[in-house]
C-alpha cells in the first residue's frame, strides 16, 4: 500500500510539473464553444486557434484520433436501418462515400446522379456506394431515418443508406473523422459537397465540387486495375 501511495504522489507531482510549464489555454470571445462545436477549429484556423484556443483544445481532446484505425476497412457505421456494418465487408471493392441531405438544392441532380452511377456500376460487384444523411448544412436533412429511407426510395436509390451523421464538429462520426484526416478537406462545406473513394487497397481520395457521373471514370480505373 504504501508503495501504491508513494506512485500515486509521483504521478501527481509530475502531472502538476507538466500541467505548470504549460501556457494557459483561454477563450476571447463568448461563441467560442459554440463555434468549436460547430467545426470552426478545422474551418478558421488562423482565427481559432488563437482567440478560442481553450475550446479548440476541448475539441481536439474530443476528436476521434484515428489512434485504432490504421484503415477505412477497420471501421464500422450503422446503416439507416440500424444494422451495424463491418466495413471489413468492402474489402475487394471501391466505395464511394458521401453526405447528403432531402431538402437542398443539389438533392435532385445528385440523387439523379447516384442512381445512375450505381446502375452504371453494379455489374462490376466491385463497386459501394454509402450515402451518410446530415442535417448541418442548411438544416436540409431534418427528418428521422425512417422518413429520409423513403425519400431516397422514392428517387431510385439502390445503393446503401447509412444512418445520419454530423460530419463537422465535435460529434463528427469516427468514419468521417478518418476520411478528412485521410485525404481532407478538414471541414465539409456542404451537402453533397465532397465525394471520397477508397481504393481497393484503402487508399482515400477526395473530390470535391464535383457531380456524380464526373466519379465514374475514376472508379472503372480502380476496378480495372484489379481485373
Known amino acids: 500500500m504504501e508503495l501504491k501511495a508513494a506512485l500515486i504522489y509521483l504521478v ?3 502531472n502538476t510539473m507538466v500541467q505548470a510549464d504549460e501556457p494557459q489555454l483561454i477563450d476571447t470571445h463568448e461563441k467560442c ?3 468549436a462545436t460547430g467545426g470552426e477549429c478545422e474551418a478558421n484556423l488562423g482565427y481559432m486557434r488563437v482567440e478560442c484556443a481553450k475550446s479548440c483544445h476541448v475539441f481536439d481532446s474530443n476528436k476521434y484520433t484515428g489512434a485504432d484505425v490504421s484503415s477505412f476497412f477497420d471501421l464500422q457505421a450503422l446503416d439507416i436501418d440500424e444494422n451495424l456494418i463491418e466495413f471489413s465487408n468492402f474489402k475487394g471493392k471501391v466505395t464511394i462515400v458521401v453526405n447528403v441531405a432531402s431538402f437542398c438544392g443539389y438533392t435532385k441532380s445528385h440523387y439523379q446522379g447516384l ?11 466491385m463497386v459501394e456506394i454509402m450515402a451518410f444523411p446530415c442535417n448541418q448544412f442548411g438544416e436540409q436533412e431534418p427528418e428521422e431515418c425512417r422518413a429520409i429511407k423513403r ?12 444512418y445520419k451523421i454530423d460530419v463537422n464538429g465535435l460529434n463528427t462520426h469516427p468514419v468521417y473523422n478518418f476520411l478528412k484526416q485521410s485525404a481532407g478537406p478538414a471541414h465539409i462545406e456542404w451537402n453533397f459537397a465532397t465525394y471520397y473513394i477508397i481504393a481497393i487497397d484503402g487508399k482515400v481520395t477526395s473530390h470535391s465540387g464535383v457531380e456524380p457521373y464526373q466519379l465514374k471514370d ?6 480495372n486495375d484489379e481485373l
Open 12 to 14: 501527481a507531482l509530475y
Open 151 to 162: 425519400f431516397a426510395q422514392s428517387r431510385g436509390a439502390e445503393f446503401r443508406m447509412m
Open 115 to 125: 442512381v445512375q452511377l450505381h446502375k452504371d456500376l453494379q455489374d462490376t460487384n
Open 218 to 223: 475514376i472508379v472503372l480505373r480502380l476496378t
Open 33 to 35: 464553444g459554440e463555434w
